[in-house]
């Protein structure tokens, strides 16, 4: 059993900053990429960042410059630092990672952490 459990979402006015993390558990032989998507009401889900095991990063157009994902593998985690918050990047927030156990790669999910922004 692997579990990925996402913390650090709230409310925020515009402008203000957030970090979300997320910490992988379980049965873990190693940890490939590792993303943030969201989801907005009514929209579909979006990938926000990626992060591969050796630390190259990749943004939405939408984040680039504002989001900074970055990952600790010895601990297994990935964050998210997220500044100057929009309104627009309400949306729930889900961790998400590719991960082998010594018989499988699959792609897990967290539960997801709520982000408002208030205008």
């Known amino acids: 059993q692997v579990q990925l459990v996402e913390s650090g979402g709230g409310l925020v006015q515009a402008g203000g900053s957030l970090r979300l993390s997320c910490v992988a558990s379980?049965?873990?032989?190693?940890?490939?990429?590792m993303y943030w998507y969201r989801q907005a009401p009514g929209k579909q889900r979006e990938l926000v960042a990626a992060?591969?095991?050796?630390?190259?990063?990749n943004y939405a157009d939408s984040v680039k410059g504002r989001f900074t994902i970055s990952r600790d593998n010895a601990k297994n985690t990935v964050s998210l630092q997220m500044n100057s918050l929009k309104p627009e990047d309400t949306a729930v927030y889900y961790c998400?990672?590719?991960?082998?156990?010594?018989?499988?790669?699959?792609?897990?999910w967290g539960q997801g952490t709520q982000v408002t922004v208030s205008s």
């Open positions: 998400a990672a590719d991960i082998s156990s010594r018989t499988t790669v699959r792609p897990y």
């Open positions: 992060i591969a095991s050796r630390g190259t990063t």
């Open positions: 379980g049965s873990i032989f190693s940890i490939n990429h």
